[in-house]
């Protein structure tokens, strides 16, 4: 699923017009990545978390050349399912 068919679902189980809630879905997904952008989690009680999490530099290798290199530490977004979240999917 795509935000296109994530919007008409939406817009279809709250009979909503699509371009209201495109904006909002919009609206919220910009907020979690600006909040985690600068550090902080964002937790959905049931959903799951989205966080910034720390990667230790290290050494890795060129695919082309095979030569070591150093790869720089950097901060990547992570997601962590929630109980409800989990516990649907594994059914």
């Keep these: ?12 189980n709250a009979d909503l017009p699509k371009k209201m809630v495109d ?8 907020t979690i990545i600006e909040t985690v952008s600068t550090g902080e989690k ?9 966080e910034a999490r720390k990667r ?11 030569e070591p290199m150093q790869i720089p530490a950097t901060q990547v977004p ?3 399912a929630g109980k409800q979240f989990k516990d649907r999917v594994s059914v």
Excluded: C, H, Y
């Design 1 to 12: 699923m795509n935000k296109g068919e994530l919007v008409d679902l939406v817009s279809q």
């Design 23 to 30: 904006a909002v879905i919009s609206e919220v997904f910009n």
């Design 42 to 50: 964002v937790t959905l009680v049931g959903f799951g978390s989205f």
């Design 56 to 66: 230790q530099a290290r050494e890795g290798r060129n695919p082309r050349t095979g």
């Design 78 to 80: 992570a997601f962590s």
